[in-house]
């Protein structure tokens, strides 16, 4: 199923830089999407809109990852010619990743 089913996402930039943040609606499926929800996977989805690094950060007490992508945005809000300078829409496109959920 689509990750959308059982996690909402935030993101946003700073710079270059763009930030997807994953949370589980049900703390229950917290391991579930650290297990599956991989870099390796994001930077597959993602493919070329990331030409840089991928890191990803657990917050086991909020129970969350967190993505800082690296020379994302096409140069940042002041230099890209994209319309979505900020990555806002990139929170949607996190949530299309397929997980399988006992």
């Keep these: 199923m689509p990750l959308r089913e059982i996690a909402y996402s935030r993101s946003g930039d700073k710079g270059d830089t763009a930030n997807i943040g994953v949370v589980p609606f049900d703390e229950t499926d917290y391991e579930l999407i650290?297990?599956?929800?991989?870099?390796?996977?994001?930077?597959?989805?993602?493919?070329?809109l990331v030409k840089g690094s991928i890191t990803r950060y657990e917050f086991e007490g909020i129970k969350a990852i967190n993505f800082v992508?690296?020379?994302a945005l096409s140069g940042g809000v002041s230099r890209s010619l994209n319309l979505d300078t900020h990555g806002k829409s990139w929170s949607n496109l996190i949530l299309?990743?397929?997980v399988e959920v006992p």
């Design 34 to 48: 650290k297990e599956q929800v991989t870099i390796e996977k994001v930077r597959e989805l993602f493919g070329e």
């Design 69 to 71: 992508m690296e020379n």
């Design 96 to 98: 299309r990743l397929e």
